[in-house]
Structure formats: C-alpha cells, structure tokens
C-alpha cells in the first residue's frame, strides 16, 4: 500500500468511515510480513491524530460459553447506543483457530447490534499465539477509538491467560457467571476473580432470580474478602445480578462501570494503567522483533537450535547461552548497517 493510500485511508478512517475502519482492521489483523509496514504506518498516523482517545471506555468481559456473553452484550449495547454511545465490540479468542471457529465468527450473536450503524462487531483475529491475537485486537482498539467509537468492549472466553490479555488492555474488568455454583463448578479459572472489578451473576431471571440472587451474595461476600485495588471507591470489587433476557439490572452494571472507570480516571490511575500498559507492549513488541529477527538469519537461527539444545541439555547455562546469541545478533546487526549503507549509496549513484 502507497503512503498516499494510507494518509487517505487514516482520513476516511478518523471521520468514523465504517468500511475504512474495517479495511484498517483487515490490514493490522493481518500475519502476512509484507502488510506490516502499511499496518505500523496507519497506527502511527493515527495515534498522532488521536484526541478523542481518552474520551473512550475499554472495557473487558470474560465469562465461561454460555454464560451469556452475546446476549449481554447485545442488550447492554443496545441501550448504550440508545442512549448516543457509538459501541465497538472486539474479541479475543486465541482457540478460535485451532477449533476452526470464532467467538465472534457465528452471524447469530448480537444481532442487532452488528447491523445497528453506531455499533460495531468484529469477530476475534485469526492467529495461533495469544500474543499475537492480543496485539492485533490492541491495535482494533486504537483503530476503533481513532473512528470516533467510545465505548469498546473486549469480550473473552474464561479459557486459559486470554482474561489477563484483556485485562492488559482495558480500564475495568468485568466477569459474567451463571446462577449457581461456585467459580470452580463454572470452569472459572483460579486467579480470575482477582482480576475482576465487577462480577455479574447473569440470568437472574424467572425461575433463576432466587438462585442468581444468592450466588451474588455469596460473591459480594467472598470479594469483600479479597483485598480492595489501591484507592478504588467503597464498595469495589462488586457483585450485581442482571438478566441480558429482560433488561434487568443491565444500568445498574453500567452505573457501576462507568462509576469506577470515572472514578480511576478522575485521580490520573486510568492514564498511568494505559502508560504502564503501552510500555509492556512496547516491551513485547521490541522482544518478538529481536527474536523475529533471529529466526530470519539462517546463521543465527542455526546458532539458537544449538543454544537451545545445550541448555536443554544441561551442558551450558541459559544465561551464557543468551549472552551468546546477543553478541551474535549484535554482530549480525552491523554487519546488517553495512549492507544498509551500500544500498543507500548504490540508490544515490
Ligand atoms: P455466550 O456463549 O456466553 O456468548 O452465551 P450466549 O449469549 O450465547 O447465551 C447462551 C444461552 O443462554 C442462550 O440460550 C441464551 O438465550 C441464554 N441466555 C443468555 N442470557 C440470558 C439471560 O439473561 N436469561 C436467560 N434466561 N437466558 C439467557
């Protein structure tokens, strides 16, 4: 893609341009080598543009299949829209590839939401790594907050580390359960409920309000319990019980999140989370590149089976092998200049 492209398509893109965003989303979804730059190139021309930025809310939703994550997103991003938000909902799913589908692939759920022109719902990326999956659903997020949508939705299955993914890229973190039940008998893993600022107790409906009501009791109890997060208000952690089939309770866990979020925001925690978020991610990114680039080298890929397989095989230490490798790649990174310098003088002659 020519940079003439890029600057029109970051244009149409910031005006709020549905098919642009989706055509910027297909581009840093992408795991083809040859779409990065393109891809690096809108990401940086829009964070230099981005001032609504802060305007938005990104929050995570987790919960076990089942539990209702659709429905409720799709009442509860009805309202919001109803009442002038503009919602995106992402999802991260890194299973979604081994089991051929996607959280978010099925045209079924939210419905009305994917067709309503202030929402927008993208199914979870293709990729093999969480890692990978993670990144390009943090740059979604840039992309949809860049095209004016200020709500932002992570949605997740409570299936292995995608939960701290989430949590690594929104405000506040927000965990769906069903009546019944403790956390365990749900297949909610262990650490989970630590992340949560708000567990909502779903279904507390019909024949299931009594038993959602209890289990919420039995969870305010048990998140009193657990230590308060620096500062946040009385009162957080929180336990709630909604039903995404009538509407109820649907505010109220609106209230709470937006309570807390305004809350972080107010004091500067909101800002300095995102600050420590985007260095880990820097952080991330500046180690997958250095390995990407030794798997690149034929040479140093080479020498890395053969460090690999002595540390394996306990003959060298880990840390001398990497010390190794380093000096390898620095080698391999002047000699990479050299190369670079002949070719800027071969473009000049
Ligand atoms: P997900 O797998 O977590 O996304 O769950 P879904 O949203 O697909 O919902 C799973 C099932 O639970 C569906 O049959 C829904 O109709 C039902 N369901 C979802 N929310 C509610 C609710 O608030 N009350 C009741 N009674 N059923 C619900």
């Given at each position: 893609m020519e940079a003439g492209d890029i600057d029109a398509l970051a244009e149409a893109l910031s005006t709020g341009d549905r098919r642009a965003l989706a055509r910027g989303i297909t581009l840093v979804e992408s795991?083809?080598?040859?779409h990065r730059p393109a891809a690096r190139a809108l990401l940086s021309q829009l964070t230099a543009r981005a001032?609504?930025?802060?305007?938005a809310r990104r929050i995570g939703l987790s919960g076990t299949p089942g539990v209702g994550k659709s429905s409720f997103i799709e009442a509860l991003g009805s309202r919001l829209i109803a009442q002038g938000h503009r919602v995106a909902v992402l999802a991260v799913d890194p299973s979604s590839s081994r089991s051929g589908g996607s959280i978010l692939g099925d045209?079924?759920?939210?419905e009305t939401l994917a067709r309503a022109p202030q929402a927008f719902v993208r199914p979870s990326p293709a990729g093999r790594t969480l890692g990978g999956v993670a990144r390009r659903t943090r740059e979604a997020i840039a992309l949809v907050e860049a095209a004016g949508y200020d709500v932002v939705l992570v949605e997740t299955v409570g299936v292995g580390q995608s939960e701290t993914a989430v949590a690594e890229m929104t405000d506040v973190f927000c965990l769906l359960l069903a009546p019944g039940g403790g956390d365990e008998l749900q297949g909610v893993k262990r650490g989970i409920m630590e992340i949560a600022d708000i567990v909502v107790i779903n279904k507390?409906?019909?024949?299931?309000k009594r038993a959602a009501e209890a289990t919420q009791a039995d969870y305010q109890g048990a998140l009193s319990l657990l230590?308060?997060?620096?500062?946040?208000?009385?009162?957080?952690?929180k336990a709630l019980t909604a039903s995404a089939?009538?509407?109820?309770?649907l505010d109220t866990v609106w209230q709470a999140l937006t309570t807390l979020d305004d809350w972080r925001r107010d004091r500067g925690w909101r800002d300095e989370r995102r600050q420590a978020q985007a260095l880990t991610w820097f952080r991330q990114s500046l180690e997958r590149g250095l390995v990407e680039r030794l798997a690149r080298d034929v040479g140093l890929a080479r020498q890395l089976e053969v460090a690999e397989a002595a540390v394996a095989a306990g003959r060298e230490t880990p840390d001398a092998c990497a010390e190794r490798i380093v000096a390898a790649l620095r080698i391999a990174l002047a000699g990479a200049d050299v190369d670079a310098d002949d070719d800027a003088h071969a473009g000049q002659d």
């Open positions: 795991t083809a080598p040859r001032d609504a930025r802060a305007a045209k079924t759920r939210m507390a409906d019909g024949a299931m230590r308060r997060r620096a500062g946040d208000p009385e009162g957080f952690p089939m009538t509407g109820d309770g």
